[in-house]
């Protein structure tokens, strides 16, 4: 039997990259996605040096013309993880709508159109979704209005389809990770230049900032969030909810009682089945 296919969205670094890597080394035939290939260097190293090739594709998710593109051709997809993103910093008085929407098209509106390109090839393969989220879909964050809005909605969204997607044989999970030590962080501008903008706002954002800078340096690394995504992925049954940490745990668990999405999943499956 060939392997099982997958399609990872944002494998150029981070916890994309060590994803597709970890999932290459579990058997699987990756799919590796990112909106400009000529930023594939890292990954294929990282294959290279773990014995392992990757198939390397281009994908925005923003664009549905590259999605159709992406996935035209294939014959089967087991399985998709929604990983591409990016980080916000900002808060609404000092930004305009358009970059709050810029966010949410990214964060959210890009899962969606990858996801429905997707799900015909996982109805038949009976394969599953997975989608990297964030704590900050569950808790709102200070200075993270936007990305929390755009995680929220991820949140919400997939939850509300998991149970619809059971009934066709779909798995959907979340994963939510807290501080990662990778690129994000630097591709959101934490920098004290962001300071010289914030007006009244700015003692606070000089608190928030030593407090994230504080965070990320005890951050949990890729390859142990990878290493959890490929667990969902070899999974028989996998849960719905995946908090990647001690820390993600406890920060999330002053909200969720319900760890694992277990009881949740069980109240709305029963109003589809």
Same mark, same amino acid.
């Given at each position: ?24 080394? &579990?058997?699987?035939? =990756?799919? /590796? +996605? ?10 294929? #190293?990282? $294959?290279? !040096? ?109 939850? &509300?389809?998991?149970? =619809?997607? /059971? +009934? ?10 807290? #501080?990662? $030590?990778? !690129? ?90």
């Amino acid at each position: 039997m060939s392997a099982k296919t997958v399609l990872i969205t944002g494998t150029s670094s981070g916890i994309g990259l060590s994803t597709a890597v970890a999932a290459a080394r &579990s058997g699987w035939h =990756v799919i /590796a +996605t990112m909106r400009d290939t000529t930023k594939a260097g890292a990954l294929l #190293a990282a $294959a290279e !040096e773990a014995g392992v090739t990757v198939e390397v594709r281009a994908l925005d998710v923003t664009d549905p013309a590259s999605v159709e593109a992406c996935l035209a051709g294939l014959d089967r997809l087991d399985a998709l993880v929604n990983n591409a993103g990016a980080g916000h910093v900002g808060t609404l008085e000092q930004e305009s709508v358009e970059d709050v929407r810029a966010v949410m098209e990214v964060n959210f509106f890009g899962v969606l159109h990858v996801t429905k390109a997707a799900l015909p090839l996982l109805r038949a393969s009976k394969g599953r979704v997975l989608t990297v989220t964030s704590v900050g879909g569950v808790i709102g964050q200070p200075f993270n209005e936007a990305y929390c809005a755009a995680k929220f909605a991820v949140e919400g969204f997939m939850e &509300s389809l998991a149970p =619809v997607a /059971a +009934t066709a044989g779909v798995h959907v999970s979340v994963v939510e990770p807290g #501080a990662v $030590a990778s !690129e994000f962080v630097s591709n959101v501008g934490l920098s004290d230049d962001v300071l010289e903008q914030a007006g009244p706002y700015a003692p606070a954002l000089s608190h928030y900032l030593d407090r994230t800078r504080d965070a990320f340096a005890h951050a949990q690394t890729p390859q142990d969030v990878a290493a959890q995504m490929v667990e969902l992925l070899d999974a028989e049954r996998p849960v719905f909810r995946v908090l990647t940490s001690d820390v993600a745990r406890a920060f999330a668990g002053t909200k969720l009682k319900d760890l694992d999405g277990s009881a949740v999943q069980t109240l709305t499956n029963s109003w589809v089945a």
